[in-house]
């Protein structure tokens, strides 16, 4: 089973700055099977980034995913108010998904 | 518009059982493939159960092998989660999502809380 670990645990920036996410897999994994979601205090995770570089529908061009292997990036270039959350890495293998642990971006 | 409304969620003490629900509508129910992920309060997202899009295939993780299954009934537009021998570690909210093409999740419900207590 492939284990994601996501770094850092938490970010703390200011409006405007650019958020460097990093998820790490124990194996080299598919890009095509790699994803990211957004999760705001109280809300449903949301997807943004599948296929480790393409965004879902409705997300801003600020928001970047890349990587590939066993290093992933999300990147997001100049943080907004409604930015700040939990970030998640996702694989998908064999019908089954892993997620990795979070990343809180929070307000400097 | 694509709507997923989890329900079913409540308070059941250990060793009991709940049946949780999710009526999707906005989307071809019977094509697409879906999946329970549950969180635990304060902590990340975890896989739980998903199905198939016939309802012919499911997997479920070593967490609730045995314990829970998953189903679907394509004729309602609804997605079920039986949940027996509940364990106080089984608290959660627990979301219903659509899986997309490449594996990941692109929509989501709103969730529904079990708590697990005596």
């Known amino acids: 089973e492939t284990v994601l670990t996501q770094s850092p645990g938490t970010l703390s920036l200011s409006t405007g700055e650019r958020a460097t996410l990093s998820c790490r897999a124990s194996q080299s994994v598919s890009s095509t099977y790699l994803a990211w979601y957004q999760q705001r205090p109280g809300q449903a995770p949301r997807l943004v980034i599948y296929?480790?570089?393409s965004r879902a529908t409705g997300i801003p061009d600020r928001f970047s995913g890349s990587g590939s292997g066993t290093d992933f990036t999300l990147t997001i270039s100049r943080l907004e108010p409604e930015d700040f959350a939990v970030y998640y890495c996702?694989?998908?293998?064999?019908?089954?998904?892993?997620f990795g642990g979070g990343t809180k971006v929070e307000i400097k | 518009e694509v709507r997923l409304e989890d329900s079913g969620g409540g308070l059941v003490q250990p060793g009991g059982s709940l049946r949780l629900s999710c009526a999707a509508s906005g989307f071809t129910f019977s094509s697409s493939a879906m999946t329970w992920v549950r969180q635990a309060p304060g902590k990340g997202l975890e896989w739980v159960s998903s199905?198939?899009?016939?309802?012919?295939?499911?997997?479920?993780a070593d967490s609730v092998k045995g314990r829970f299954t998953i189903s679907r009934d394509n004729s309602k537009n609804t997605l079920y989660l039986q949940m027996n021998s509940l364990r106080v570690e089984d608290t959660a909210v627990y979301y219903c999502?659509?899986?997309f093409g490449s594996g990941s999740l692109d929509y989501w419900g709103q969730g529904t809380l079990v708590t697990v207590s005596s």
């Open positions: 999502a659509k899986r």
């Open positions: 199905i198939s899009a016939g309802g012919g295939s499911t997997y479920d």
């Open positions: 296929g480790a570089s």
């Open positions: 996702q694989h998908y293998d064999r019908s089954r998904l892993t």
